[in-house]
């Protein structure tokens, strides 16, 4: 029988720079816009 592991996963910051981050969200809501949906926003939380 093993121990459950009771910790809770940390919370990791993504290393990605806000230019490759910009860069994805334009192309994503390239191809939204494509098939008639409207763009997604980033949360800045």
Do not use: M, W
Not at 1 to 30: M, Q, W
């Amino acid at each position: 029988i093993t121990k459950t592991d009771t910790r809770k996963p940390s919370v990791r910051r993504s290393g990605a720079s806000k230019e490759f981050i910009d860069l994805c969200l334009e192309t994503h809501n390239y191809y939204r816009a494509r098939h008639g949906v409207p763009p997604l926003r980033l949360n800045k939380q």
